[in-house]
């Protein structure tokens, strides 16, 4: 097991937050404010798209040391790329029809005062997080709700989590043995502790595209020094 060696102060995971925002092109520093206690990181400010908060939310998150991030930025949009309900909900239309990944006609959507709302059934989480991500980058997008329901062909716990033990072997520095994976019918709860986000997200993402996968419950924790 490692120890400890070392550790940021609030003031320096602040700064390296800062510098990451400067480095992340999709949102400029300028626009959101970065407060840091105890390892929790607060975002505040006000950004012109719902994809340049998310993007300010994974550039925290990508720091070493950052726990946890509290995301309140918010979205106003501009008067030149406002849309209405009407023709945003055309614009969500044709994005989840021309990405060719994603089953458009399994999936509907509600707008309301630039909130969009999906819905609908597919077969597996990568179609559920394509639809989100195809909808989520258009302008005029104040945030997405993500109702969607997966509905994966059933199979063996045991096959599940031994597909997601191989994948984790493969992509997370082989220390698979740090990761709890439990499987209810195709409902996965992950516990254990990771280096960083990074990490994280590179697990979170083996077990979504694992077969028979519907749900995945996240209780990893972040601790840079273990």
């Given at each position: 097991?490692?120890?400890?060696?070392?550790?940021?102060?609030?003031?320096?995971?602040?700064?390296?937050?800062?510098?990451?925002?400067?480095?992340?092109?999709?949102?400029?520093?300028?626009?959101?404010?970065?407060?840091?206690?105890?390892?929790?990181?607060?975002l505040?400010?006000?950004?012109?798209?719902?994809?340049?908060?998310?993007?300010?939310?994974?550039?925290?998150h990508?720091?070493?040391?950052?726990?946890?991030?509290?995301?309140?930025?918010?979205?106003?949009?501009?008067?030149?790329?406002?849309?209405?309900?009407?023709?945003?909900?055309?614009?969500?239309?044709?994005?989840?029809?021309?990405?060719?990944?994603?089953?458009?006609?399994?999936?509907?959507?509600?707008?309301?005062?630039?909130?969009?709302?999906?819905?609908?059934?597919?077969?597996?989480?990568?179609?559920?997080?394509?639809?989100?991500?195809?909808?989520?980058?258009?302008?005029?997008?104040?945030?997405?709700?993500?109702?969607?329901?997966?509905?994966?062909?059933?199979?063996?716990?045991?096959?599940?989590?031994?597909?997601?033990?191989?994948?984790?072997?493969?992509?997370?520095?082989?220390?698979?043995?740090?990761?709890?994976?439990?499987?209810?019918?195709?409902?996965?709860?992950?516990?254990?502790?990771?280096h960083?986000?990074?990490?994280?997200?590179?697990?979170?993402?083996?077990?979504?595209?694992?077969?028979?996968?519907?749900?995945?419950?996240?209780?990893?924790?972040?601790?840079?020094?273990?």
């Amino acid at each position: 097991m490692e120890t400890l060696t070392s550790t940021k102060t609030d003031a320096q995971i602040q700064q390296d937050v800062l510098r990451e925002l400067r480095w992340d092109l999709r949102v400029a520093e300028t626009e959101v404010g970065v407060e840091v206690h105890d390892g929790i990181v607060t975002l505040t400010g006000t950004v012109d798209s719902f994809a340049k908060k998310l993007a300010a939310r994974e550039a925290a998150h990508r720091v070493s040391g950052v726990l946890d991030v509290a995301d309140d930025v918010e979205v106003k949009l501009p008067g030149l790329l406002t849309r209405n309900d009407t023709d945003l909900a055309r614009a969500v239309r044709h994005a989840l029809e021309w990405d060719v990944f994603i089953p458009d006609t399994k999936i509907r959507s509600t707008v309301a005062n630039g909130w969009v709302t999906l819905e609908g059934t597919v077969e597996s989480l990568v179609d559920r997080d394509d639809a989100e991500r195809a909808v989520r980058r258009l302008h005029g997008v104040r945030g997405v709700i993500d109702n969607i329901v997966v509905n994966a062909p059933k199979v063996e716990p045991g096959k599940v989590r031994k597909a997601i033990e191989d994948t984790l072997e493969r992509r997370a520095d082989r220390e698979a043995n740090r990761i709890e994976v439990r499987v209810i019918e195709g409902k996965v709860t992950l516990d254990g502790r990771v280096h960083s986000f990074p990490e994280k997200e590179a697990i979170l993402g083996a077990v979504r595209n694992a077969p028979g996968v519907k749900l995945v419950t996240d209780n990893l924790r972040i601790e840079p020094y273990f």
